[in-house]
């Protein structure tokens, strides 16, 4: 499970324990996962703040001590913020802070480096008073860990403060973060351990989860006595002259997610290019004159319709938004030129009835919003959340994690993927799959999450039968149709 701060805090309020039967527990723990890592002559060094994160720090250098490892602190701050922290500072014994003028010392000969600087309660940016022991820490080559949250990134919105600690392990303490879940956005950490406590299992939280169970779960299946098109038809449009491939990507997607029926409208400048390479869609060619003709008859036959892959140069591309969000009543996929063509109009969405799916990357969805990518980068979940509350829509917003996010408020952060997807016709494909998932499930955020799920699922496969550089999207097919045969 993945938890905000202010859901973990009322998990904690709930578990009967105080704040100091907490940290007890918290400092014990944490000291058997050190000491199943370290011997005790290695030169432990704890470097503390001023809350709760501190007190986890003073109490795990207690319980080492205790079991006569060598262990010292740098108390960073004379004035703590809680009395539990207060508390069992005092019970350290004396000698074992380090002097303010041993500081860099201390850092430098350490074999083992602890972060208790900041935990859940960091905002903003690195104080003046920490920033040239941070950039020490960061520098020193010890085996470093960080308690629940590296000191200088956000918990909930994913900030990281320049000259954040960086650590090989970082310990979450009773349910991973939304920082824990975005560790290729932020790389501080190498691999994240959650250390369980006696808090009562939290039986809500808004941050969706997807795995592979859960996917084989949801999966829709095929009925025996199943007919063409019964789960529901998708219908996609796009592509232009020069870009027939970002339909073909859609169409492979959408096949992917295992449908029985495809329509497709293209402009008849491309017809017989998709035609002579697929032969299972239904096709509907148009020109500028007869799109909206074409559109509305097929329209009343479909459950998702996809619109923008590929759509650049293609002159009836406002004609059709129009038409689609106007006149459709089932869900409508947004990609690329779809997005684009809702620059300065962006009040439509909230005109529209149908609900909407758009699926920017970071680029597409700071020129959408008109933020510069660097201002998006630093806050990208609540400007996501805020945005589809707004709009009233489902946005996927794609990246190495991409989000989904409801106009509900719900979040999933996908974990799947790598740098392979990174490639020209990989969102096409997605755009498919979504599509197609969509048609063929009532939920729309659950087929959206399955897709988005799936999609990274495929690439992590295709790396034991391809280099990374090497992951075509049309791989991605195959990959998804051996994982039905194997799981589904
Ligand atoms: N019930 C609880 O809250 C428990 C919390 N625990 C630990 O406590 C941590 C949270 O404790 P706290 O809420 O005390 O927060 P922190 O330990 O993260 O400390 C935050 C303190 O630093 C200050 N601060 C925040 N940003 C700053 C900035 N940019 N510059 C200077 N000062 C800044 C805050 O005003 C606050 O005084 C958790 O991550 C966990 O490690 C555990 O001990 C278990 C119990
Ligand atoms: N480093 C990465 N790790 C995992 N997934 C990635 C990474 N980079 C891109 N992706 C995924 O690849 C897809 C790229 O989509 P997009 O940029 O729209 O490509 P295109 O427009 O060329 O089809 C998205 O689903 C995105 O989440």
């Not at 709760?52 to 080492?64: I, S």
């Not at 796009?238 to 096949?255: D, E, P, Q, V, W």
């Not at 909407?356 to 510069?372: C, N, Q, R, W, Y």
């Not at 979040?411 to 799959?433: E, M, P």
Request: hydrophobic fraction near 40%.
């Amino acid at each position: 499970m993945i938890v905000t701060v202010n859901t973990m805090k009322q998990c904690e309020q709930n578990s009967g324990l105080s704040n100091f039967e907490l940290m007890e527990q918290v400092g014990f723990k944490l000291a058997i996962e050190i000491m199943n890592r370290h011997k005790q002559h290695e030169n432990i060094v704890i470097v503390c703040g001023k809350g709760n994160n501190a007190g986890d720090g003073f109490v795990l250098a207690r319980y080492l001590l205790d079991s006569n490892y060598h262990v010292s602190v740098i108390a960073l701050y004379s004035e703590l913020t809680t009395p539990e922290s207060q508390e069992n500072m005092k019970k350290l014994p004396k000698k074992i802070f380090v002097k303010k003028n041993d500081i860099f010392n201390s850092i430098e000969n350490a074999n083992v480096l602890v972060d208790a600087v900041f935990g859940f309660g960091f905002k903003f940016e690195i104080p003046s008073e920490c920033k040239e022991v941070f950039v020490q820490y960061n520098q020193s080559k010890a085996v470093k860990y960080s308690i629940d949250i590296n000191s200088g990134a956000e918990a909930d919105t994913g900030h990281i403060a320049c000259d954040a600690l960086k650590s090989h392990i970082t310990f979450a303490l009773g349910y991973k973060k939304i920082i824990h879940v975005l560790r290729k956005d932020h790389h501080l950490f190498d691999e994240c351990i959650v250390i369980p406590i006696d808090i009562k299992e939290c039986d809500h939280s808004e941050l969706v989860e997807m795995t592979q169970e859960q996917f084989v779960k949801e999966f829709p299946r095929i009925q025996e006595d199943a007919y063409k098109g019964q789960e529901g038809i998708p219908l996609i449009v796009g592509g232009c002259y020069g870009m027939a491939g970002a339909t073909c990507l859609n169409i492979l997607g959408a096949k992917a997610s295992g449908i029985s029926y495809l329509h497709v409208a293209c402009d008849e400048k491309i017809y017989p290019i998709l035609a002579t390479k697929e032969i299972t869609p239904v096709f509907h060619p148009f020109t500028l004159d007869t799109v909206g003709s074409v559109l509305k008859e097929v329209l009343p036959k479909v459950k998702c319709i996809a619109f923008g892959s590929g759509a650049t140069y293609l002159d009836s591309k406002k004609v059709i938004l129009e038409l689609l969000l106007q006149q459709s009543t089932c869900p409508v996929v947004l990609d690329a030129e779809g997005i684009r063509c809702l620059q300065n109009n962006l009040y439509i969405l909230k005109l529209v009835r149908t609900q909407v799916i758009l699926t920017p990357h970071l680029k597409e969805f700071a020129d959408l919003i008109g933020m510069s990518l660097e201002s998006l980068k630093t806050n990208k979940l609540e400007i996501a959340k805020e945005f589809a509350k707004e709009y009233h829509v489902t946005l996927v917003l794609k990246g190495p994690h991409t989000l989904v996010v409801s106009s509900q408020g719900e979040v999933y952060i996908n974990q799947t993927g790598n740098a392979g997807l990174a490639k020209a016709g990989s969102g096409d494909f997605l755009t498919g799959l979504i599509t197609g998932f969509i048609a063929q499930k009532r939920d729309v955020f659950m087929a959206v999450i399955l897709a988005v799920w799936l999609h990274g699922h495929a690439a992590d496969l295709a790396l034991k039968n391809h280099h990374q550089r090497m992951i075509q999207i049309e791989d991605l097919k195959q990959e998804i149709e051996q994982f039905y045969f194997d799981q589904c």
